[in-house]
Structure formats: C-alpha cells, structure tokens
C-alpha cells in the first residue's frame, strides 16, 4: 500500500482503539490546546472524536470560536455548473453511475456524443456548449459577482481534456473569478494541459475521495456486470479506454490526485469524503483522520496554502435503489464537522444545499463556504424543475433569501 505515504490505515484504527474511552479531563485539556491554536497529533483528533456526547456541546463552542478567530465572521459562495452526467464508473450510491436509469428526465435536450453512446442519450447528456454558456449566464445573473465557481463533470471518454478546456475557455471569456473543477482525476500532463490553457485563474481541484477505507471503497466501486445491456453495448469503448475495469476503483490513482494538480502547478485542492458509506468499526471517525493526515500531508510537501475540506452525506438519487450502509445523524455530522475545525483550523470547510435549511443556519459558525442555488444536474441552472438531479437535495431555497439570511445572522458574505 505505496498511499500510505499519505494515509495510514492501520495508524488510523489503532490511534482511534487507544483512545476510544477518554476521561472529560483529557477532553477538556484538547478543547483548550486546540482553543491556544496548538497542533492537534491524531491522537488529539481521537480524543475528541470520542468524546462522550454530553461534551460535544463544548468542542462545536470551541470549533466557533477557532474559526472565527481564524477565518472571520465570513461565508464565500461558490455557484454550480454540471456540464455533463455522463459517466462510465459503477458507483452504487451514485444516481449517475453507468446503470443508473434516466427515463424520468424530459428536459434540455441531450447530446449523444457518438454511435457507442446514443442508445444512452435519453439518459445521460454533455450540455452543448450553447447550453453551456447560457447556463454559465443564467448562474451569474442570479448573484454577481461570485468568487468561485464550479464546473462538475462525470467520467467519460467522450470529454477528454482536450474538450473540457475548450468549454474552460468559453467559461473564461464569461467569468473572471476563480474557477473550481470537481472532475475525475486526471494524469499530471493533463492537469498543466488545463494549467496552461488558464495562465491568469486562480484554479482550486476537486474531488472526493469517498471514503480513505481501502476495503470499504473496493466494495462501493466494483467490476462493471458485463450482463448488463448499458455495460454490453459499451464493451468495446470501455475495454479499449479502461481495460474493462472501471477508473474509479483505483484507490491510490484517485488519493494521490491533488498532489498531480499541485505538482502540475494548481492553486488550490480540496478533499471530502461521502459520509454514510463507512461502515467499519469506526464509521465517520476513520474518515476525518484520514482527512487530516491527506491535509497535513499536503500542506507539508507542498507549502499549499489552500484546501478546502467537503461534508457530503449520501442521498437518495432517482434511477437507482441503494441502502446507505450507515447512515449519520446532523448531531454526529455536528460534531465531526467541529473536530475536524479544531484539527485543521487553517482549511476552508464547506455545507452545502444537501443539508436541512435548517442545519445549515446551525453549522454555519464552523464553516466558511457554501454553494449558491445549487441545481445538480447539467442544465440545473437554466430549468431547475425539469432537470433530473444527481440527488434530492433537502434545501431548495432561493440563493438571495440564504443570502437575506446570512447577513441577518451577521455574516460578511463573499
């Protein structure tokens, strides 16, 4: 396992089995180091992770006050733009994955990319770059100017890298502020490929690693079923691009892929993982110190000044049937949320439109980033009724109105 380099496994589990009964004493002693912005080891992190319940008020009171005291009183919003659900990965939470059935959807029309994919054209789509850049115009008009902005795409090798950039280009001439890219890893070349074709854009990479439980992810991203008739009529494409195994189950490729953007000269990364997916022995808590390993091992061997760190929770996708394996409450997402302040004070973290309106006004003191409008599906911001979602996202609020709120609560928002 050459990834442990970057995360340990076996440290992860044994650092959080030492520390699983901590006395309020050592908590408590935690909560004031981490309030003195000392840095927290793992076994600091553990500590606070299991914490018994009752104490949980005391770390989220004092992950308020370490991010305010770090980052300000202040939310930046990013916008969102899903250029293509298309994608050959076999993930089985994703209601995008290569089986996951789009016969609901009815909206803007489709693009089949060539003959291998027109069969699944009624299902999955690339927005035409027409589409692209009324979409990119009908986001900016919602609320300008927004600091950042997201493109998001799935993985196909009908849009290379060569193809993404001439639609970057396109974003470029619309958008001037930095630009996010939530896309499948790729090699070192190509990310100095899109480096290169944005010389002036401050560029942040994106992705999640799903869960850092080598185990767990082989599991939730296996072999593609060559029964399958979506599978059978892409044998020969996915055979000669993939060697018939799906590019996502490679766990190491996809944990060293913010090292390539940086290496390949990107500004900013960020990580995440899919909370509900880990169901090990130590669930959620493996998972953030994991997070925090990858974030130090980032900021040490490569002086980043920049990542961002996500909090995704699975949620039910149309197309698709699948049992979160465990689920994690808003109190325990909480709570880890707030460890992982006090663990890595100098990340930006992010909630999204995923969450209740109503957690995300709870949470908001701890994090420093949130989506605007968020629509996740290509078209999402030029018809948000008929455009079927990646997930039922639980706030569908207008972004003006979390905007009116935001600023009521006090909040510089950027």
């Known amino acids: 396992m050459v990834f442990q380099e970057i995360i340990d496994p076996v440290k992860i589990k044994t650092t959080l089995t030492q520390n699983i009964s901590p006395s309020d004493s050592m908590v408590f002693a935690t909560i004031e180091k981490a309030r003195k912005q000392q840095k927290l080891l793992l076994e600091d992190t553990a500590i606070l992770l299991n914490a018994p319940p009752p104490l949980t008020s005391h770390i989220v009171e004092a992950a308020s006050e370490v991010n305010e005291r770090v980052h300000g009183k202040v939310i930046t919003f990013y916008g969102v733009c899903y250029l293509s659900d298309f994608c050959i990965n076999t993930c089985r939470y994703c209601g995008d994955n290569i089986y996951s059935s789009r016969k609901e959807w009815n909206g803007i029309t489709s693009e089949a990319d060539n003959n291998v994919y027109s069969a699944l054209a009624k299902y999955k789509r690339v927005l035409t770059p027409e589409l692209f850049e009324k979409d990119i115009k009908a986001l900016l008009s919602k609320y300008p100017p927004l600091k950042e902005l997201c493109i998001l795409t799935g993985e196909s090798p009908s849009l290379d890298v060569d193809r993404l950039i001439?639609?970057?280009?396109?974003?470029?001439?619309?958008?001037?502020?930095?630009?996010?890219?939530?896309?499948?890893?790729?090699?070192?070349?190509?990310?100095?490929?899109?480096?290169?074709?944005?010389?002036?854009?401050?560029?942040?990479?994106?992705?999640?690693?799903?869960?850092?439980?080598?185990?767990?992810?082989?599991?939730?991203?296996?072999?593609?079923?060559?029964?399958?008739?979506?599978?059978?009529?892409?044998?020969?494409?996915?055979?000669?691009?993939?060697?018939?195994?799906?590019?996502?189950?490679?766990?190491?490729?996809?944990?060293?892929?913010?090292?390539?953007?940086?290496?390949?000269?990107f500004d900013e990364v960020g990580l995440g993982v899919l909370f509900g997916l880990n169901d090990g022995e130590f669930g959620s808590k493996y998972e953030i110190l994991a997070l925090q390993m990858h974030a130090e091992y980032l900021y040490e061997n490569f002086g980043v000044s920049w990542i961002s760190i996500s909090f995704p929770r699975i949620l039910s996708s149309k197309g698709i049937k699948y049992n979160i394996p465990k689920e994690i409450s808003e109190n325990e997402l909480l709570k880890i949320v707030s460890v992982t302040r006090l663990a890595v004070p100098k990340a930006k973290l992010i909630i999204t439109c995923r969450e209740r309106a109503e957690f995300r006004r709870r949470i908001r003191s701890i994090i420093n980033i949130e989506d605007f409008e968020a629509r996740p599906g290509p078209g999402g911001n030029l018809d948000d009724q008929n455009v079927l979602f990646q997930m039922e996202i639980q706030d569908r609020r207008k972004g003006k109105e979390i905007l009116e709120e935001m600023r009521k609560d006090g909040y510089e928002v950027r």
């Open 166 to 265: 001439d639609y970057l280009k396109l974003l470029a001439n619309l958008y001037k502020n930095k630009i996010i890219l939530n896309i499948p890893p790729l090699s070192v070349s190509d990310f100095r490929k899109i480096r290169e074709s944005l010389p002036n854009r401050t560029l942040h990479f994106r992705v999640f690693q799903e869960t850092y439980d080598p185990d767990i992810y082989e599991r939730e991203h296996p072999e593609y079923d060559w029964g399958n008739e979506r599978v059978k009529k892409m044998e020969n494409l996915l055979l000669a691009h993939y060697k018939g195994t799906p590019p996502k189950r490679n766990f190491e490729f996809r944990c060293r892929s913010q090292s390539r953007a940086l290496t390949a000269g």
